[in-house]
């Protein structure tokens, strides 16, 4: 039900539902009191524009990167005293995005995947624990560790050296169902690695279920500052997308005892 209801409201944190909401009530306020209602869309149109600059969510964002250090680099000898990498899900297309041609596809967050790859490598003694499984409401033919399988593998990595749990749809369930793989040992300490935006979430999941985490963040949007004249609708709208339902995010799984 939580999953359900985490997905219906994650339409409120697309930005321009804001604005479509503020415009249709401009529309309907307009049928009795026209300079109210032309005052609304007025303010809508405004607010599009506004949403375009870069400076604000990025605001938003910094709160969430720089919550945690920037890790070292991958090479780096402490990181051969973990038990291992959990590396959330989220960097991979749906599964209908691979169709027709058999190529998984990385998205935005292809850090996520990389970054497990080079740790791996600098330290083959390291056990990868990939968690990720359907995060749809209408459920894929394919998980996404099916498809993170497939990319490991062909990226050279041996198939024991890396684990999957393919049924989590949350950061609550990658944290509850990784825990629960065979030969887990959460006491152990661990590497999380997932986006600079995400680990506050997934760090406060982890250590509210037992884990001994640490964090290990990747995919950072917003940098140290952002120039005041940096101007990107899309990606401006991405980036509010993502900040607002960090936010609630971290707020929701505070309520509802799922993270510390």
């Known amino acids: 039900m939580f999953f359900v209801v985490s997905k219906l409201l994650s339409a409120l944190t697309q930005p321009l539902s ?20 032309r005052a609304m869309l007025w303010t809508g149109l405004l607010l599009i524009l506004l949403l375009g600059w870069l400076p604000l969510p990025d605001l938003l964002l910094r709160r969430l990167e720089q919550a945690q250090p920037v890790p070292a680099a991958p090479g780096d000898p402490q990181w051969a005293a973990y038990a291992g990498v959990v590396v959330l899900g989220g960097a991979l297309e749906n599964a209908y995005v691979r169709d027709g041609n058999g ?66 749809r949350t950061t609550y369930e990658n944290a509850l169902y990784s825990a629960q793989l065979p030969g887990m040992d959460i006491h152990r300490p661990w590497l999380l690695l997932t986006s600079g935006w995400h680990m506050p979430r997934s760090l406060a999941t ?55």
């Open 18 to 37: 804001w604005v479509f909401l503020l415009m249709l009530a401009g529309l309907w306020r307009g049928r009795r009191q026209a300079a109210r209602g």
């Open 103 to 168: 190529q998984v596809a990385l998205n935005g967050a292809a850090e996520r995947m990389t970054m497990a790859i080079a740790l791996a490598r600098a330290h083959p003694r390291l056990k990868i624990v990939f968690t990720g499984g359907d995060g749809t409401l209408l459920r894929q033919t394919e998980s996404e560790a099916a498809q993170a399988r497939q990319y490991f593998r062909e990226m050279g990595l041996a198939d024991g050296q890396v684990l999957f749990e393919s049924a989590s």
């Open 206 to 260: 982890f250590r509210k279920l037992g884990w001994t985490v640490t964090p290990y963040a990747v995919d950072y949007l917003a940098g140290r500052s952002t120039p005041w004249t940096q101007y990107a609708m899309v990606k401006s709208l991405s980036h509010w997308q993502i900040a607002v339902h960090e936010t609630i995010g971290l707020w929701a799984y505070g309520l509802s005892g799922q993270a510390q």
